[in-house]
């Protein structure tokens, strides 16, 4: 490692061509924070009711319009009399023998599934059409919503793997410009997907692409900055993924069609490809490059670093050698490349162990914001006051991690976070029945913005703990685990989609005081020794 550091300071350090690198890194994190925010819109259910039947009512009510005839033929459930969502009214078969001329109507004897489709109150979130008004997934097919938001999420964790083994094989200039490719091509066919079968299938491959994508640059972006600016710099990529979050109500708003609304996230797609896809602005990670023994292709990266950081590359001075003395010093004997397996941690003493606990505590922060979510709905009964809320909570916690984690260390604010995620989830859950709706706000509030905190601050912790070789296929997973489980709650709850607002949600659940109290002590969680782990498997 260090002689990896002595050439990465020979070409400049963190100067001005890296920091310039590492900002326009965040330009697409609008974009792809666009595009992992969509799914709470397409998958919004609006309310509906069954499509009035005139053929199933007595001869007398069959004139009836409008109100009456809602009225006529839907039943109205609770105090607020609000039309039944699946349900027609039956009414008893006319008597043959009955005698002619004018009877009056009978009264209805019970209910009967809906036969010619629904109606839907539109505008939802923004959308006139959606997939759930395309293909009526409400209801007895209501399920089908569900599945496809597992769909996606599957996408997600099978991209991390995949994708992530690809960054440390290939590289994450590869993988990222080949996921935005076909991200690109599988918006574009969602657009123009004919059946929801086919959706199916196209989400689950665009949330794997998205995945490989996010994970590419977060980690190239991470490879950019050196240990003191890491921080920083993921927080101003979390903030720009946020204006992409506020945007895409705005966007919908505009297009009022799914179908348009994908299409304009694949033509952003291509335009991020049109400029991220030269090598100028998103060069190959030189410290990948060289702790894979890729010297010669690092040569030309770290050269354009130096030149562009005012460094002379061939001037060498009385403290340190210049940058061509320390690449032929690494290049000495043409060494292959050399590539790893994450198999390789369980030699290692701790990185191993670091890994763990910071993959648990990512999988507690994301899958309990579910449950927070859910405490929020009563008390915010919008679709977009919950989703701008909870887009406001995540830029909040992203600047207290600023303002604190460098302060204070990694390890004091993850465990502030945890312990707070963990008071708040319990309090919600011995007593949501009897607290004052302003204290279930306030703790869900409170553990949304923990829960937030703890998600960005161990996918950080976690990438900076592993080895540079082995990053992306072991640090990915723990990384952006938070992701899926944040939202695979609708999946394992019977909570109506139409009392949630169309987001994710499930009741309270104890998980983050479910953390083993081994893992809270500070013992356990992964030391800082300038918040780098190291190049290779040695270092663990």
């Not at 690198?21 to 609008?30: H, Y």
């Not at 033929?73 to 002619?100: K, M, V």
């Not at 061939?314 to 061509?324: C, H, I, K, P, V």
Request: proline share 9%; charged share 10%.
């Amino acid at each position: 490692m260090e002689q990896e550091a002595r050439v990465l300071r020979a070409a400049g350090g963190f100067g001005r061509a890296r920091r310039l690198l590492a900002a326009a890194s965040w330009v697409p994190c609008i974009v792809l924070g666009l595009a992992l925010s969509s799914e709470a819109l397409l998958t919004a259910q609006p309310a509906h009711h069954c499509r009035p039947d005139p053929t199933l009512l007595p001869p007398a009510l069959r004139a009836l319009r409008g109100s009456a005839l809602l009225d006529a033929a839907i039943p109205r459930l609770g105090p607020t009399r609000a039309p039944s969502p699946c349900l027609l009214l039956r009414y008893p078969d006319p008597s043959p023998h009955t005698r002619l001329g004018p009877r009056p109507a009978p009264a209805p004897n019970g209910t009967r599934p809906c036969t010619r489709g629904w109606l839907y109150a539109l505008p939802s979130a923004g959308l006139l059409q959606s997939p759930v008004t395309q293909w009526n997934l409400v209801c007895g097919d209501g399920w089908k919503v569900w599945l496809e938001q597992v769909s996606h999420l599957l996408g997600w964790l099978l991209g991390c793997v995949v994708l992530g083994a690809g960054c440390d094989r290939f590289g994450c200039r590869a993988v990222f410009v080949a996921s935005l490719v076909l991200t690109t091509g599988l918006g574009a066919s969602e657009a123009l997907a004919a059946s929801f079968p086919t959706l199916l299938v196209l989400r689950l491959l665009h949330g794997g692409t998205l995945t490989g994508a996010l994970l590419a640059l977060y980690l190239a972006r991470l490879e950019l900055c050196d240990p003191p600016h890491r921080l920083a710099f993921s927080v101003g990529a979390g903030l720009f993924s946020v204006v992409g979050t506020l945007l895409l109500p705005g966007l919908a708003a505009l297009v009022q069609d799914w179908c348009l609304l994908q299409g304009l996230g694949a033509l952003m797609s291509g335009l991020l490809l049109l400029f991220w896809g030269f090598p100028a602005l998103f060069p190959e990670s030189p410290c990948w490059l060289l702790a894979t023994g890729q010297v010669a292709r690092a040569r030309k990266i770290l050269w354009r670093f130096a030149e562009a950081s005012g460094v002379d590359p061939e001037d060498s001075s009385l403290e340190e050698n210049s940058l061509a003395t320390e690449l032929a010093v690494l290049s000495a004997g043409s060494p292959q490349p050399r590539y790893h397996s994450p198999l390789g941690l369980l030699r290692t003493r701790v990185t191993w162990r670091n890994g763990l606990i910071l993959g648990f505590s990512s999988l507690v922060g994301g899958g309990i914001r579910a449950s927070f979510r859910r405490s929020l709905a009563p008390q915010v009964p919008t679709f977009y006051l919950l989703y701008f809320l909870e887009a406001g909570l995540e830029a909040a916690a992203l600047v207290f991690l600023l303002l604190t984690a460098d302060r204070c260390g990694r390890r004091p604010v993850l465990l502030l976070g945890t312990m707070a995620t963990a008071l708040a989830s319990l309090l919600l859950l011995a007593g949501a029945q009897y607290l004052p709706g302003w204290t279930v706000l306030s703790l869900s509030v409170l553990g949304l913005l923990a829960s937030q905190a703890v998600s960005a601050l161990s996918s950080l912790f976690a990438a900076e703990v592993f080895p540079t070789v082995i990053r992306a296929e072991a640090g990915g997973c723990p990384s952006h685990c938070r992701t899926p489980t944040a939202c695979t709650a609708p999946y394992s709850c019977g909570a109506s989609p139409a009392r949630t607002n169309g987001l994710c949600c499930c009741p309270p659940t104890p998980v983050a005081p479910a953390t083993p109290p081994s893992s809270t002590s500070p013992a356990w969680w992964p030391w800082e020794p300038g918040w780098d782990q190291g190049q290779g498997l040695g270092h663990g």
